[in-house]
């Protein structure tokens, strides 16, 4: 069960972290209760993997180069074509989606060469082609996803 | 400008802010920076927008947002801007990008909806088509099945080999 200290803190500081020596203390402060206190329901709901991390977000293609690929595999072989591309180490988020093109991957990699030497590796290992979909615009301003936590 | 300094302070904190009284100082120690140049770098990378947000990263699957959907139009290029950003705004989308169109997948704006069941995100995408007038446009709607793999991306910074963590491609 999540108590009134986790859900107001994954809520309400998904962004604007404090910048101070000490930020757990500060958003302590805030929710009038002690900054030990905010560490431990961090730590918990890290533990627990209901957080990934604190930290930042970071727009792809600052650092590098990134890539959205997508492949369409018969059923019987997706597994089997699906682990060959998760073992290369460039490859993050890799996917299953409900269409023909059901093989959904983000690759990176710090040059866009190396990057399509990668892609060119995996349309070899696994003799299917890849979509590459690299980003042009990124419209959207990341300020937190808005969680509705009355049922948690 | 940004050096490679700041580089080394991004890769070392995108696992993550030490859960600790002084995350700065300690990240700081590890690479040889005072927590005031720590914080000081921080707040002109956000100021940049090399970092976008700063703050608890919460996994939507795990909260029981169970339901996600990339949708993807086929939008004129004249308007795809307007389109994308009107889109964007909603609070139920979660990315929202252009991409080009290759051959076999015509399509060049794409949006992301996380919600708690398919139902919900149906008729969030159906409250967007009205509001944004995509419903002239040719969409699809791929909501995602199994996942393989999902990590931070492990990103090389250009010169030092130095591991660290990206958010969506």
């Known amino acids: 069960m999540l108590t009134d200290l986790h859900k107001q803190l994954l809520n309400d500081f998904q962004r604007d972290f404090p910048l101070v020596e000490r930020p757990y203390l500060e958003i302590a402060n805030r929710l009038g209760v002690s900054e030990d206190e905010v560490l431990s329901a961090l730590a918990e709901l890290r533990d627990n993997r209901l957080i990934s991390r604190v930290g930042p977000v970071i727009p792809p293609n600052q650092i590098g180069a990134s890539m959205l690929v997508a492949m369409a595999v018969p059923e019987p072989e997706l597994q089997r074509i699906a682990d060959i591309v998760s073992r290369f180490p460039e490859v993050n988020h890799n996917y299953e989606r409900e269409h023909r093109f059901n093989l959904w991957f983000v690759a990176v990699a710090s040059t866009t060469d190396h990057l399509a030497r990668v892609l060119d590796s995996i349309e070899r290992e696994t003799g299917y082609l890849t979509q590459r979909l690299p980003l042009v615009n990124d419209f959207f301003i990341d300020l937190g996803f808005r969680l509705d936590l009355s049922h948690a | 400008m940004l050096d490679t300094r700041d580089f080394e302070l991004l890769a070392a904190i995108q696992l993550g802010?030490?859960?600790?009284?002084?995350?700065?100082?300690?990240?700081?120690?590890?690479?040889?920076?005072?927590?005031?140049?720590?914080?000081?770098?921080?707040?002109?990378?956000?100021?940049?927008?090399?970092?976008?947000?700063?703050?608890?990263?919460?996994?939507?699957?795990?909260?029981?947002?169970?339901?996600?959907?990339?949708?993807?139009?086929?939008?004129?290029?004249?308007?795809?801007?307007?389109?994308?950003?009107?889109?964007?705004?909603?609070?139920?989308?979660?990315?929202?990008?252009?991409?080009?169109?290759?051959?076999?997948?015509?399509?060049?704006?794409?949006?992301?909806?996380?919600?708690?069941?398919?139902?919900?995100?149906?008729?969030?995408?159906?409250?967007?088509?009205?509001?944004?007038?995509?419903?002239?446009?040719?969409?699809?709607?791929?909501?995602?099945?199994?996942?393989?793999?999902?990590?931070?991306?492990?990103?090389?910074?250009?010169?030092?080999?130095?591991?660290?963590?990206?958010?969506?491609?």
Request: with cysteine.
């Open chain 2, 17 to 169: 802010l030490p859960i600790s009284p002084r995350p700065y100082h300690d990240i700081g120690l590890a690479l040889g920076m005072a927590e005031t140049e720590v914080i000081a770098r921080l707040t002109v990378l956000k100021r940049i927008g090399l970092i976008k947000r700063l703050g608890v990263i919460v996994k939507h699957r795990q909260l029981g947002y169970r339901a996600n959907a990339m949708i993807v139009w086929n939008i004129p290029d004249a308007f795809v801007k307007e389109i994308g950003s009107r889109i964007s705004q909603a609070s139920f989308v979660t990315l929202c990008y252009q991409r080009p169109r290759t051959p076999e997948w015509p399509y060049n704006l794409y949006c992301m909806i996380h919600g708690k069941n398919r139902d919900t995100v149906l008729k969030q995408l159906e409250q967007l088509g009205t509001d944004c007038n995509l419903d002239r446009f040719d969409r699809q709607i791929l909501f995602s099945r199994r996942c393989f793999k999902q990590r931070g991306a492990v990103y090389r910074t250009p010169e030092p080999a130095a591991p660290a963590e990206l958010a969506h491609g």
